[in-house]
């Protein structure tokens, strides 16, 4: 009897053991996504790199006033999806940010009216006009009113895996540009309509 309790015990203590030395991750899948989006907001790209599964991924955001204004205005308005122990977790994530299609359309609405008020000269598409593009912008994003400016709020998928014991992020292509306000999308937009004004 004493030997089936010793043996017993053992058991118990090898459980406990091996429980207790499976690494959890340190932060939740919900957590992981909040504060990389909150370093990626902050354009702290290293520390959001930090929560990517591939850390040498190179991270991007535009460097410009237009994209300052999205990065900084990127808020987490939920998290939710189910975890499995292994593979990809996608999670729905639903961001607000600053809505960059209707930023740059009043842009170059702004720009053409510049334009016509000039001598009546044929208008060309101001999108390779950086320098002019970068004067509208500032007039339009004022640093004081970012607050006011046209907000969407979408639903994002953010893939995940569980990687050294900790929840990752996937980054592909696409999800940045989402998380950069869908820029190279809405540029392609503005592209169709003009193409197809007369």
């Keep these: 009897m004493k030997k089936m309790i010793q043996i017993f015990t053992g058991l118990i203590l090898l459980a406990v053991f091996f429980t207790g030395c499976a690494k959890k991750p340190e932060l ?3 957590d992981t996504v909040r504060v990389f989006v909150q370093a990626f907001s902050a354009g702290d790209l290293e520390e959001a790199r930090t929560y990517l ?6 991270l991007t955001q535009p460097q410009n006033r237009l994209g300052e204004v999205i990065r900084t205005s990127l808020r987490v308005v939920s998290v939710s999806g189910d ?33 016509q008020k000039a001598a009546g000269q044929d208008l060309e598409i101001p999108l390779q006009d950086s320098s002019k593009m970068t004067e509208i912008y500032q007039q339009i994003l004022p ?18 895996i569980i990687s050294g014991g900790q929840y ?3 980054m592909d292509p696409h999800l940045e540009d989402q ?14 309509i003009i193409e197809a004004v007369p």
Excluded at 53 to 58: E, L, M, R, W
Excluded at 87 to 113: H, K
Excluded at 146 to 158: M, R
Aim: no cysteine.
């Design 28 to 30: 939740s899948a919900e």
């Design 143 to 160: 640093e004081s009113e970012s607050d006011q400016l046209p907000k969407v709020t979408a639903l994002y998928i953010f893939p995940l």
């Design 168 to 170: 990752k992020i996937v």
């Design 179 to 192: 998380l950069n306000g869908n820029l190279t999308n809405n540029l392609e937009n503005i592209y169709k």
């Design 83 to 115: 975890l499995s122990a292994d593979g990809v977790n996608p999670m729905d994530v639903t961001l607000e940010m600053a809505d960059s299609l209707q930023i740059m359309s009043r842009a170059l609405m702004l720009y053409w009216f510049e334009e």
């Design 53 to 58: 599964s591939d850390k040498n991924y190179p």
